[in-house]
């Protein structure tokens, strides 16, 4: 038999054997038998020493082509193989079986209000300041021009500690602390705890949250604190919103403003929320009054500033449609777990 | 304060509706809150904020409208002929011991009175501002009050002791029964007005029941008065007791109408009650005088950040009814009237051009911009990142009060410091500022429980607050607070399993690593919990914090029936400590070999011990050392538990051999029986 006549052979035994291949193990012994180094397909390449040039060059150009096509042929297979063999080993899932999920904890809707109010400010370059909880009467109110025994007293009902100290009833204590600890410019934002002796009901808590704001230095004018709280109150609760000051009394503050947003739940057409008249109120505003400058030795004629302060419950109660502020410190975690 | 819009329009000529009024009173500083139809009339509620008393009457918002509508006021007005009044009036002395509680005292006799019910116009007036009729003497005097924002009184002359009206601090022991029935001890320091025995008036505040004007008064005596606001406001406050005059004397009447107020109830009261008018004592001798302000229009300007003119400014105070008393260039001297006590600087004239010219007219500007780093403060920092870790480790934030009860801080006292106390506290629920977080998480924790959720787990990061010895500083630090209870994992896969301390310290762990640190936790019993460690910062010299499970009695207290695990830690030196920055190592290039090591040692054996020997021994080429399995039962002898360790082995420059690996694995392995007589499985 010639060499091509024995490749036709083996040829024909490969197809044979490979058509009755019933699993990847029996191909690959198939492979080992016909390809591997002693495979029969080799022997046939080895044996081509004693033949001319020209048949040696023409059986070895078969015996590889044949090497190759057996190659492919038996790697299909085998993928084939052992795809039906993976196939039987694997039990069928039930895909409509719910998902194991990991329960991902949550930040409390305080804490995410604060931020988004702070992160806006800092944008807008404002630092952020602290300052202590626990304050004495000149923090609280005199440096503020919140004289002893003025009825301007009657919105800041105060906890008091011993002698001069009390609970701050609002955080504007900080504005103060911080003018006292640095000469102007001062661009800064302060969040805090505050308390006021409310008996607690769906809208009062004797504990609550702000975040004041406080600018000072030469030219701050009214116009720049509009300008700043109308960025601030479009890029916390929409483009859409307009804004209205309304001018207003602050013992701190001349002239003073609060300042409302056009209701973002009814557009500004009046719904329960805004109490049917359309309108928000968010902030309170001003330009510090020069009393306040006195009190921590600035100078009045030099500088202006402007001061805003507002209420952290309020704004996460109207953002997230919140209708009673003990929800947020009776911890349930029903409630807890619907912020993200 | 309430206001009828028919009233109002006796004074002011305006063309608006009463929403368009208060849309504009609104929007210049006097709100109005709510708007409610009586009859033909609209009853508008306005919100008067405390330097504005001279908006606290009919004549003080009609003044508004007409500044803010530019409409002109036709103000009422009496003006009795002292000529004409009666002679043959019974004669009164009025003294004032205490010239700086009651600067101004005036009294007026009226006689032949009769009493009986108001006529329709005045019952209508007064209920319309939300008053109740009483007789038309009183609520003429009561009329006056609402008109002019000036509080009068009317005493029964005939019940005034010996024709003496003494305006004094009240006695030691005196009492005082009001018109509205109470008797009131009265304390030294509280300014009454007596007749020659006894008060008979707490001043500005209210009458006294003796001396009220009813059915049987033939002659009355009219108070009109100016009242220190302190002493009438401290008085107020000490009694509980706050009336119509007292909330306008408080924050200051309008001098130059004490007089005027006078005549206006006199000149009514003849006609209604058909009395005889008596001459007007007239005590103190205050004088009322406006204040002079200087005015700069470029301040203005430049505070306001707009520009205006000579004429428009000149135009709002004329409105305010303010006067131009000198003017050059754009410096002016404006003259207040009375009414505005709250007016006496010039950025209070700013702010009364600003309002009236329209806040809304004012432009958005943004200022110059302020250069400075706003980077946040370290503590600010690692907050942030324990808010980010936590969370991602399945916990819920929650917020608790910081004001807790007694009987709550007392079940701390082992964790706690010295404990600041409120003076004034609204029940006893809030009283002290809480010394640790863990009340308020066993509350959350006992609330939820309540509510049938019972698998929780939670965190707060909050202030906790101390004293610095008996008199010593306040302090208020921030703290972290972690609590797991019930099932941590539950699903339909791998079944229900609990949380138990390890998840707890696990997650410790875990924290502490992403800000870099190394943790310590060393065995310690801590009242109230129980399996108890402290949590140290690797290399601190103090804890910052323990985790335990909450013992039995804890449990009771907060009414819970399940095991709740809790940690607590100061974050002070944790916020000094703490890495924020990353910092890339290289990964190894050469492979680390593991090799396992079953320890079987006596049950009581710390596994931190054994853990230490191992990394001590195995020196840099250990590179970690993992706890496998821990073991007791059958299998091995009783008393006994069976420890199972993977070593990392490994070092930077090469693959460690066999050989050298064998050496170190032994090393360890003498170590360990030679320091706790071990045996190995």
């Not at chain 2, 701390?412 to 977080?437: D, G, M, Y």
Request: aromatic residues 8%.
């Amino acid at each position: 038999m010639s060499v091509l006549e024995r490749l036709e052979k083996i040829r024909e035994e490969f197809d044979k054997a490979l058509e009755a291949c019933a699993d990847a193990r029996q191909a690959e012994e198939l492979r080992v038998k016909f390809l591997g180094r002693k495979g029969e397909l080799t022997g046939i390449l080895r044996s081509l020493a004693g033949l001319s040039v020209e048949e040696k060059k023409q059986a070895g150009q078969r015996a590889n082509k044949l090497k190759e096509e057996c190659t492919e042929k038996i790697n299909a297979v085998a993928v084939k193989l052992r795809g039906e063999q993976y196939a039987k080993k694997r039990k069928a899932e039930d895909v409509t079986l719910p998902g194991v999920r990991q329960r991902r904890g949550t930040l409390h809707p305080l804490t995410l209000t604060t931020a988004r109010i702070n992160e806006i400010f800092v944008s807008l370059g404002f630092k952020i300041a602290e300052g202590p909880e626990i304050d004495t009467e000149f923090y609280n109110f005199e440096a503020l021009n919140i004289p002893l025994d003025h009825p301007s007293r009657d919105a800041f009902d105060t906890f008091y500690i011993e002698g001069q100290h009390l609970l701050r009833s609002h955080t504007s204590n900080v504005q103060i602390h911080l003018m006292q600890g640095q000469k102007p410019p001062i661009q800064a934002i302060m969040p805090g705890r505050v308390y006021r002796p409310d008996a607690v009901d769906a809208s009062h808590s004797f504990m609550f949250h702000q975040v004041e704001g406080l600018v000072v230095d030469e030219d701050v004018k009214f116009s720049d604190l509009k300008g700043v709280l109308t960025l601030f109150c479009k890029s916390m609760f929409g483009e859409e919103v307009k804004l209205r000051f309304r001018p207003h009394f602050f013992p701190f503050t001349e002239p003073s403003a609060e300042v409302d947003i056009s209701c973002f739940i009814c557009k500004g057409k009046g719904c329960r929320v805004c109490k049917g008249n359309g309108w928000l109120e968010i902030l309170g505003a001003g330009m510090v009054d020069p009393t306040v400058f006195e009190a921590v030795g600035y100078d009045a004629g030099k500088y202006t500033g402007y001061a805003f302060g507002m209420g952290v419950e309020r704004i996460a109660m109207l953002q997230y449609g919140i209708e009673d502020i003990r929800l947020f410190f009776e911890n349930d975690v029903r409630f807890l777990r619907q912020f993200n | 304060m309430k206001l009828s819009f028919e009233w109002l329009q006796e004074y002011v000529d305006l063309d608006v509706s009463a929403e368009e009024l208060a849309r504009g009173l609104t929007m210049s500083g006097s709100e109005v809150e709510s708007i409610t139809a009586q009859g033909a009339d609209k009853i508008m509620s306005f919100e008067i904020t405390s330097n504005r008393p001279d908006c606290l009457s009919v004549t003080g918002l009609a003044r508004e409208a007409s500044a803010v509508f530019d409409k002109p006021l036709r103000l009422p007005a009496a003006k009795i002929n002292a000529k004409r009044t009666h002679k043959d009036h019974p004669e009164v002395e009025c003294v004032i011991e205490n010239a700086a509680l009651c600067p101004r005292y005036t009294a007026r006799v009226i006689t032949a009175v009769k009493v009986e019910g108001s006529g329709e116009y005045f019952k209508d007036r007064l209920t319309a501002m939300g008053l109740r009729p009483v007789n038309n003497v009183v609520d003429i005097t009561n009329y006056c009050l609402m008109e002019a924002g000036q509080p009068l009184h009317a005493f029964d002359m005939d019940k005034i002791r010996g024709n003496r009206i003494i305006v004094r601090p009240a006695k030691k022991g005196e009492k005082i029964t009001t018109i509205d029935g109470v008797e009131r001890k009265l304390e030294p320091g509280m300014l009454v007005i007596a007749d020659s025995e006894r008060p008979i008036a707490i001043a500005g505040v209210m009458g006294g029941l003796d001396t009220e004007v009813g059915e049987g008064t033939g002659n009355v005596l009219l108070e009109s008065a100016y009242f220190d606001p302190i002493s009438v406001r401290q008085t107020a406050r000490r009694l509980g007791l706050s009336s119509e005059s007292s909330y306008r004397f408080e924050r200051g009447v309008d001098k130059g109408m004490i007089a005027k107020a006078s005549d206006r109830a006199a000149e009514f009261i003849a006609k209604e009650a058909g009395g005889k008018i008596g001459k007007l004592y007239d005590a103190g001798g205050l004088k009322a005088k406006g204040a002079r302000v200087k005015f700069d229009l470029q301040r203005a300007e430049k505070v306001l950040g707009i520009s205006l003119d000579k004429k428009g400014v000149k135009n709002i105070f004329e409105r305010l009814g303010m006067n131009v008393a000198k003017a050059e260039g754009g410096k002016m001297t404006v003259a207040v009237p009375t009414f505005r006590e709250d007016l006496t600087r010039e950025i209070d004239l700013i702010e009364e051009v600003a309002r009236i010219h329209g806040y809304d007219k004012i432009p958005l500007t943004l200022g110059k911009m302020i250069p400075q780093v706003t980077r946040k403060e370290r503590s600010r920092l690692v907050e942030e990142r324990l808010r980010q870790v936590l969370p991602a480790l399945g916990l819920n934030e929650i917020m608790t009060y910081s004001l807790i009860s007694e009987s709550a801080e007392e079940r701390f006292s082992a964790i706690s410091s010295r404990t600041v106390q409120l003076s004034n506290p609204l029940s006893e629920e809030q009283k002290v500022l809480t010394p640790q977080l863990v009340d308020g998480m066993l509350k959350a924790i006992s609330y939820n429980i309540n509510r049938k959720n019972r698998d929780l787990a939670f965190f707060e990061i909050g202030k906790i607050y101390a004293r610095r010895g008996e008199k010593g500083a306040f302090l208020e630090t921030p703290a972290l607070c972690m609590a797991l209870t019930g099932a941590l994992l539950k699903n339909w896969r791998e079944g229900e399993r609990n949380a138990d301390l390890f998840d707890l310290k696990g997650m410790v762990e875990d924290l502490f690593g992403d800000l870099k640190l190394g943790s310590v936790f060393e065995k310690k019993k801590v009242d109230g919990f129980t399996d108890c460690a402290t949590v140290k910062i690797a290399q601190e010299k103090e804890a910052s914090g323990f985790l335990g499970e909450a013992g039995n009695e804890l449990l009771e207290a907060y009414d819970i029936a399940q095991p709740v695990f809790i940690a607590q830690l100061a974050l002070g030196r944790v916020i000094e400590k703490a890495g924020l920055k990353d910092h890339y190592h290289s990964i190894p290039k050469f492979p680390m070999s593991t090799r396992d090591i079953s320890v079987l040692c006596d049950k009581d054996l710390a596994a931190a011990d054994v853990h230490e020997v191992i990394t001590a021994t195995g020196e840099e080429i250990v590179r970690r050392v993992e706890l496998a399995d821990v073991y007791e039962g059958e299998q091995i002898p009783a008393g006994k538990k069976s420890l199972t360790y993977s070593i990392e082995y490994g070092i930077d420059t090469r693959t460690l051999t066999d050989e050298e690996i064998e050496a170190v694995h032994s090393k360890i392995k003498e170590a360990l029986v030679n320091k706790f007589d071990v045996a190995f499985r």
